[in-house]
């Protein structure tokens, strides 16, 4: 049976913490008590040192990120012409038949039939939930990175919704950030209306970056690149001009699985892309989980969607072919001039 679902209701209950994760509508279901998951499951806070802990450990105990990336999945344009994070669940266009491979539209949708075949996952506002999260704990245990990355730049999708302009996907993160972040800390220095932006240019003239300092911390905007590949490149090419070796990327899980194999194999094969710099991959999910204990509930029912087994295997189909080394051009955006490619080495 198709059931369209609202989705304005679609993971959107702001709790006092700002998490936007839960039941309302979930699958066509009228009532939140027939969902598998509940406001009750996300009552419950773990400390902010376990939060950091769960996170972080599993690389080293003393671990800690230099430069802090939060990766896209994409915004989507409002009726009112406001842009926000992509939701969980997106509708999708195909950009290859061939690879079956699918990419956003920039337009956000009033209902989402989940039956659909253009349904896939999006989940950039998953990552900055996770990211404000992440970063709250991090503040109060006075251990902040000393760079906060947003590495999603202006995709076709968004080049074509805004051909004379400067949007990019990490203007809308950025901004949905630290207006969280400020929400619960407070610090003006964190307030995003009296962040200054200066831009960088590379050795050829090119914008790369747009970057703001924040007390003695700064915040830089990847907002050129154009793919999954140089969004990585990107914050790991600022950490090595600018001497940070430690570099965590966040995102939801289903992007993480290809762009954790990119990492992978340039740690295989020496690559001078990753020279000098410790970089590791850290899923939007993880973090919430570590956050909220009950959240893992609600994980594992989005991953119980067809939507999600459709995209995940998407997604594992990339890392294989990075594995077998034929991930190029012709499977994921034009080559871009920004930064070293996967492909240029």
């Not at 949708?109 to 991090?138: E, K």
């Not at 050129?224 to 590949?229: A, I, K």
């Not at 990753?274 to 993880?286: Q, S």
């Amino acid at each position: 049976m198709n059931t369209p679902l609202n989705s304005s209701y679609l993971f959107t209950m702001t709790s006092d913490d700002g998490c936007e994760q839960k039941a309302y509508h979930w699958q066509g279901l009228s009532s939140p008590k027939n969902a598998p998951f509940s406001r009750a499951d996300l009552r419950e806070k773990n400390d902010p040192q376990k939060i950091i802990d769960t996170t972080f450990n599993a690389f080293g105990k003393d671990w800690r990120p230099d430069v802090f990336c939060i990766l896209g999945r994409g915004i989507e344009q409002q009726k009112n012409g406001n842009w926000r994070p992509t939701t969980i669940f997106e509708k999708m266009h195909i950009t290859n038949p061939t690879y079956k491979i699918y990419g956003h539209t920039g337009h956000a949708q009033d209902t989402i039939d989940m039956n659909a075949d253009d349904i896939r996952i999006g989940g950039a506002n998953l990552n900055v939930h996770a990211a404000s999260n992440l970063l709250f704990s991090l503040y109060q245990n006075e251990v902040l990175p000393k760079t906060i990355f947003f590495s999603a730049g202006r995709p076709n999708y968004i080049a074509e919704l805004d051909p004379e302009g400067t949007l990019s996907e990490s203007d809308v993160l950025c901004k949905k950030l630290f207006n969280k972040v400020y929400a619960k800390i407070g610090s003006e220095t964190l307030n995003p209306n009296t962040f200054s932006f200066e831009t960088i240019k590379n050795t050829q003239g090119q914008s790369i970056y747009d970057v703001a300092s924040f007390g003695d911390r700064n915040v830089v905007k990847a907002k050129y690149n154009t793919n999954s590949v140089d969004d990585l490149r990107a914050a790991i090419y600022y950490a090595q001009q600018n001497g940070q070796k430690n570099v965590a990327f966040l995102t939801i899980r289903h992007h993480a699985i290809r762009c954790n194999e990119v990492l992978n194999f340039w740690y295989r094969n020496k690559d001078p892309v990753v020279e000098g710099v410790d970089a590791r991959m850290i899923t939007a999910e993880k973090i919430m989980s570590a956050y909220r204990p009950g959240y893992g509930k609600i994980a594992r029912a989005i991953e119980d969607t067809q939507p999600s087994r459709w995209h995940a295997a998407a997604e594992i189909r990339g890392a294989y072919l990075i594995i077998e080394q034929s991930y190029d051009s012709t499977q994921t955006a034009q080559k871009n001039t920004l930064f070293p490619m996967l492909h240029d080495s």
